[in-house]
């Protein structure tokens, strides 16, 4: 069955920087467009990237952008998000999402904290 | 960018009942090449990610069972559950997947009344 499982939060000072990946399974990873979707505690859902299969199109939402970096290793079967300068408005539960017209399936999410 | 507005912002509904929830895009995210609408709908529990329930506006993915129904165009569209079970306890979001930002409506939340 396909399964995603995301790895790489924790705690982080403000400026600070955290990788994220996203273990992909059950699925042929190559073939499948990937997103990053995030969710603040108690809040809605906020889209931040997707990545095209080969990883020549990438999106960022405005709020991310210059200082976020996706990126993906298909022969590892695996999606990475690269977070930088980060900020407290950037605490959030961290989705990896298969496709993005739209969105079919999710991993459990890995929370980021920033505070100092 | 196309900003979601869903409503109402929450909602408690009696089992067996009708829940709608409605969903408005700021722009039509109706497709003139392929007459499809780029809108899909969530359903989230608590302490789970979300699940997919509809896209195109009104096909059901697998699995989802057939008192969710999607319907709508353009720029309007609604979320139906024909008969409200205890399970559909959830936090319901539309997406448009029509344009980049992919933009999600702010959620609507679904209790027992």
């Known amino acids: 069955q396909v399964q995603l499982v995301e790895s790489g939060g924790g705690l982080v000072k403000p400026g600070g920087s955290l990788r994220l990946s996203c273990a992909a399974s059950?699925?042929?990873?190559?073939?499948?467009?990937m997103s990053w979707i995030r969710q603040a505690p108690g809040k809605g859902l906020e889209w931040v990237s997707y990545?095209?299969?080969?990883?020549?199109?990438?999106y960022y939402a405005d709020s991310v952008k210059g200082r976020f970096t996706i990126s993906r290793d298909n022969a590892k079967n695996s999606l990475y998000l690269q977070m930088n300068s980060l900020r407290a408005e950037d605490t959030a539960v961290y989705y990896c999402?298969?496709?993005?017209?739209?969105?079919?399936?999710w991993g459990q999410g890995t929370l980021v904290t920033v505070s100092s | 960018d196309i900003v979601m507005t869903q409503s109402p912002d929450s909602l408690a509904v009696s089992l067996g009942e009708r829940a709608t929830i409605n969903c408005k895009s700021s722009?039509?995210?109706?497709?003139?090449?392929?007459?499809?609408?780029?809108l899909a709908w969530f359903q989230q529990k608590p302490g789970q990610p979300p699940k997919l329930l509809l896209f195109w506006a009104s096909t059901r993915e697998s699995g989802v069972p057939d008192r969710f129904s999607g319907s709508g165009s353009g720029t309007d569209f609604t979320l139906t559950i024909s008969s409200l079970q205890a399970e559909d306890v959830a936090v319901y979001y539309c997406q448009q997947y029509y344009t980049t930002p992919r933009a999600f409506g702010q959620g609507t939340k679904v209790e027992i009344k």
């Open positions: 990545i095209s299969t080969s990883g020549s199109t990438i």
């Open positions: 999402a298969r496709r993005t017209q739209p969105p079919d399936c």
């Open positions: 722009q039509s995210v109706l497709s003139s090449s392929n007459n499809k609408n780029y």
């Open positions: 059950g699925f042929t990873f190559s073939d499948h467009y």
